[in-house]
Nanobody, 123 residues
Framework: QVQLVESGGGLVQPGGSLRLSCAATGSMFSIDDMGWYRQAPGKERELVALISTGGSTNYADSVKGRFTISRDKARNTVYLQMSSLKPEDTAVYYC?????????????????WGQGTQVTVSS
């Protein structure tokens, strides 16, 4: 059973930095795209950043130039370095991974989510 285990959230002042980590554990053949999403109170979950298996990245306009996504394939881990944090970045951040799985003789893409980690930006 694949699990995504997140860490690194917390309370930070505006303008500060945090780094989130997400490690995929369990039995898996490989990992395709990995990403970070966030959900603020009363709002829908939104994409923050994506990184492909080849290293291509995609960011939400609201975080471009402030956040950096990276991954360590050997450790099955994705990171989100967040800088110049703003109060509007406050949310629960979720890790996401697309993992190919062999089911009934067919390769399918399974989507996994982490449990979420709270990021609060406040003075």
């Amino acid at each position: 059973q694949v699990q995504l285990v997140e860490s690194g959230g917390g309370l930070v002042q505006p303008g500060g930095s945090l780094r989130l980590s997400c490690a995929a554990t369990g039995s898996m053949f490989s990992i395709d795209d990995m990403g970070w999403y966030r959900q603020a109170p009363g709002k829908e979950r939104e994409l923050v950043a994506l990184i492909s298996t080849g290293g291509s990245t995609n960011y939400a306009d609201s975080v471009k130039g402030r956040f950096t996504i990276s991954r360590d394939k050997a450790r099955n881990t994705v990171y989100l370095q967040m800088s110049s944090l703003k109060p509007e970045d406050t949310a629960v951040y979720y890790c996401n991974a697309d993992i190919p799985e062999l089911r009934g003789g067919r390769w399918l893409r399974a989507e996994y989510w982490g449990q979420g980690t709270q990021v609060t930006v406040s003075s």
